[in-house]
């Protein structure tokens, strides 16, 4: 089957035309709040290095969004609204998120709680993120979450990218050689998931 990426590019017929391809929408949800966070950093450098036909878009809104409240499920409120429609655009998510006291961050788990019975995630082509090595609890709950709110996580594109004391800039994240690498692998994991299963 042809992919719509070949070296970051778009493929090219035998005649030298490019295939047209339609874009490939990932959505990055960072874990953490911290202006200086490493895991909102990897995926600002990770959006650096989206090759053609992906679009990575980072949302920045999850802190915005009110403890999860399921009385508040047939009315919900306009971040809830905003969040949803950022998921139903894309056609697959890319979550970074620290490990706070071996757990998922409350911001995380809260905007994940918000979906659960909307169903956006449902069978969506979703990778987690882990930059510390030396911890696993979060991401292996976070994976465990996913799954059961029926999204189709990709282990391919799941890494391990550790960062834990890095001072590098998200510039310099795009930059490194080791790092571009890894996530240029989830960028393709992912997009090739979605163009082997394409939606209507």
Same mark, same amino acid.
């Given at each position: 089957?042809?992919?719509?990426?070949?070296? &970051?590019?778009?493929?090219?017929?035998?005649?030298?035309?490019?295939?047209?391809?339609?874009?490939?929408?990932?959505?990055?949800?960072? &874990?953490?709040?911290?202006?200086?966070?490493?895991?909102?950093?990897?995926?600002?450098?990770?959006?650096?290095?989206?090759?053609?036909?992906?679009?990575?878009?980072?949302?920045?809104?999850?802190?915005?969004?009110?403890?999860?409240?399921?009385?508040?499920?047939?009315?919900?409120?306009?971040?809830?609204?905003?969040?949803?429609?950022?998921?139903?655009?894309? +056609?697959?998510?890319?979550?970074?998120?620290?490990?706070?006291?071996?757990?998922?961050?409350?911001?995380?788990?809260?905007?994940? +709680?918000?979906?659960?019975?909307?169903?956006?995630?449902?069978?969506?082509?979703?990778?987690?993120?882990?930059?510390?090595?030396?911890?696993?609890?979060?991401?292996?709950?976070?994976?465990?979450?996913?799954?059961?709110?029926?999204?189709?996580?990709?282990?391919?594109?799941?890494?391990?990218?550790?960062?834990? &004391?890095?001072?590098?800039?998200?510039?310099?994240?795009?930059? +490194?050689?080791?790092?571009?690498?890894?996530?240029?692998?989830?960028?393709?994991?992912?997009?090739?998931?979605?163009?082997?299963?394409?939606?209507?």
């Amino acid at each position: 089957m042809e992919t719509g990426l070949q070296n &970051g590019r778009p493929q090219k017929s035998p005649h030298g035309q490019e295939i047209d391809v339609r874009p490939v929408r990932i959505l990055g949800l960072s &874990g953490s709040l911290r202006a200086a966070s490493l895991n909102t950093r990897l995926l600002r450098a990770t959006k650096r290095l989206a090759p053609s036909p992906i679009i990575f878009n980072l949302f920045e809104g999850l802190g915005a969004l009110p403890i999860f409240n399921p009385d508040q499920q047939d009315n919900t409120p306009g971040s809830v609204r905003t969040f949803q429609a950022a998921l139903a655009s894309a +056609d697959a998510v890319l979550i970074a998120s620290p490990e706070y006291a071996h757990g998922v961050t409350g911001v995380m788990k809260n905007a994940l +709680d918000w979906v659960v019975a909307s169903g956006e995630f449902s069978q969506m082509p979703t990778a987690v993120l882990n930059t510390a090595s030396r911890s696993h609890h979060a991401w292996d709950a976070l994976k465990e979450t996913i799954v059961t709110m029926d999204a189709n996580l990709i282990q391919e594109a799941c890494m391990t990218v550790s960062l834990t &004391g890095n001072e590098m800039s998200a510039e310099e994240m795009h930059q +490194d050689k080791i790092i571009a690498s890894a996530m240029v692998t989830c960028l393709r994991e992912l997009t090739n998931t979605v163009e082997m299963n394409p939606t209507s």
